[in-house]
């Protein structure tokens, strides 16, 4: 049984611990974690599909790539796997407002249709009730 | 002649290994390996080259099936992170109330962090340190038209 300080030696002194790039560079990409985790309540118009959609994609590649680089990096490995979480919820969060934005825009586009159609009968009326009228 | 004549005469070669990663200094061991052990059947490795005396097509194949070369993830995932700079250009019109400034704080910061550590590390890798740097500078940007936009939405409401 190993004692908690016996494991914090371990942590300190491992090939991807705190004295090494293999630590902090994942560190910093755990921000891209926050920074979703930050924009969840947000309004969906603020979710750039570009940045998301290739987060996702890039999520992906990198948990693979800490899967199979030697020294294994667990970290980096949990990094991506919550920030490909978050970034398809975000994504998701993204298509359904922009589809109903789109559902909105033909209906608006119907509705214009509509009350031009009906402008254009009422000056056919308009212009018949006058010959009518002569 | 076989290759253990070869390896027998240039046995005082600087590294002592026949593979392409070598750096043999004796030149007559470089042009022997390249041309009469290239297709050895005993060495299925090209034999002493370096790359000052490798024709394109071998450091083609050198570069396929170098164990970081595109067969792997250690080529493809440093390769898409591009995909964030790439992915911050095509937002670069993009109205600057709908950046998330979150998002790009994290950007930069990666940016900033991971080209330094690309520098620190053995052997230097100089592809990553570009792929960060030049996200440091989009995302970098992409932060100064959020916050130069919230400032000015800012003074408005202060001066009313």
């Not at chain 1, 994942?26 to 985790?37: D, E, I, S, T």
């Not at chain 1, 920030?83 to 789109?102: D, H, I, K």
């Not at chain 2, 998330?100 to 590390?121: D, E, M, N």
Request: charged share 15%.
């Amino acid at each position: 049984m190993a004692s908690v300080s016996a494991k914090l030696l371990q942590f300190w002194n491992s090939p991807t611990g705190p004295k090494t790039t293999h630590f902090w560079g994942p560190v910093a990409n755990w921000g891209f974690v926050l920074a979703g985790l930050a924009d969840m309540r947000k309004d969906p118009e603020y979710i750039s599909p570009n940045m998301t959609g290739v987060m996702c994609v890039y999520s992906v590649l990198f948990m693979r790539f800490a899967w199979e680089v030697k020294p294994r990096n667990y970290l980096l490995l949990a990094c991506h796997a919550s920030n490909e979480a978050v970034q398809l919820y975000q994504l998701s969060r993204w298509y359904g407002w922009s589809s109903s934005q789109q559902q909105q825009q033909q209906q608006a586009g119907g509705n214009k249709e509509a009350a031009a159609g009906v402008k254009v009968e009422e000056v056919k009326r308009v212009e018949a009730a006058p010959s009518k009228a002569a | 002649y076989t290759f253990d004549a070869f390896a027998q005469q240039h046995a005082n070669c600087s590294t002592g290994r026949y593979d392409i990663f070598c750096s043999c200094p004796c030149s007559e061991a470089n042009a022997l390996a390249r041309y009469a052990f290239r297709d050895s059947p005993t060495h299925p490795t090209l034999g002493c080259l370096t790359p000052n005396n490798m024709t394109i097509g071998q450091k083609l194949k050198a570069f396929w099936n170098h164990p970081a070369g595109p067969k792997t993830i250690h080529f493809w995932a440093p390769t898409f992170k591009w995909g964030i700079s790439l992915a911050n250009i095509a937002d670069i019109n993009r109205p600057a109330d709908k950046i998330s400034l979150p998002q790009q704080c994290a950007i930069t910061a990666t940016g900033v962090i991971w080209s330094r550590y690309s520098t620190q590390i053995t052997p230097v890798n100089y592809n990553l340190l570009a792929v960060n740097a030049f996200m440091a500078l989009t995302g970098g940007y992409q932060l100064f038209r959020k916050i130069s936009y919230d400032m000015a939405q800012q003074t408005p409401a202060a001066t009313a």
